[in-house]
């Protein structure tokens, strides 16, 4: 039910805020993302000025967006703001912005992505990366876990179906043993935790 998987998706950013960690989404660009994007803004929101763990809030946590076709897509759903459902229109009624909030940042160039994961890799500050592919099969997300899925104090957040012999799977199934996957030829540990929502 939607109450659980956004229930479930405010447990990992919890945890994010307490160890400083990075959420890794392996996202579908279409569909998926809008989706995510809507109930991250909803769970930001009703947190919004609330401590969360460790000393910082939830104002603190930066959603980053890195797929230009997803962010393509994003500016379409926001475009379509006319055939939204009474729910995103009340929200947006209400001068909030599901699909363009304050904490959301789009990454469109590559030196830019590969600035960000540096970055992230280094700091000590809660962030949602949403990126393709969805089944970590190719695109920015192996970059991002190329750098930290040897990190315990980062997150995997599955939300959508890993088909067997994709990264995305072998990441599924053998992260929660501290297995390994192999991106691009090599090994790398899994010390991530991994978490997977359904629906």
């Known amino acids: ?9 405010e447990g990992v950013l919890r945890h994010a805020l307490k160890d400083r960690g990075t959420v890794l989404i392996p996202a579908f660009s279409i569909g998926r993302t809008q989706e995510l994007l809507y109930e991250l803004e909803d769970i930001l929101h009703r947190n919004r000025g609330s401590e ?3 000393g910082l809030a939830w104002d603190d946590v930066e959603i ?5 076709m997803a962010a393509r897509f994003t500016e379409l759903y926001r475009e379509l703001r006319p055939y939204w459902d009474d729910e995103a229109r009340a929200r ?9 909030f304050d904490q959301l940042t789009t990454i469109d ?9 540096d970055y992230l890799a280094k700091s000590e500050r809660p962030v949602v990366v949403l ?16 750098t930290m899925l040897g990190d315990p104090n980062h997150d995997i957040l599955f939300v959508g179906y890993q088909a ?10 053998y992260g929660p043993r501290g ?3 192999e991106l691009d030829g090599e090994r790398f540990d899994i010390r991530a935790r991994v978490h997977t929502i359904s629906g």
């Open 1 to 9: 039910g939607r109450e659980q998987r956004q229930q479930a998706l």
């Open 52 to 54: 969360a763990a460790s």
């Open 64 to 68: 980053v967006l890195d797929s230009p």
């Open 92 to 100: 947006a009624g209400d001068g909030r912005h599901p699909l363009d």
């Open 109 to 117: 160039g590559h030196d830019d992505h590969l600035r960000v994961i």
């Open 131 to 146: 990126a393709a592919s969805g089944m970590c099969a190719g695109g920015r997300i192996v970059n991002y876990l190329k």
């Open 164 to 173: 067997r012999g994709t990264p995305g799977r072998d990441i599924q199934t």
């Open 179 to 181: 297995g390994y996957v």
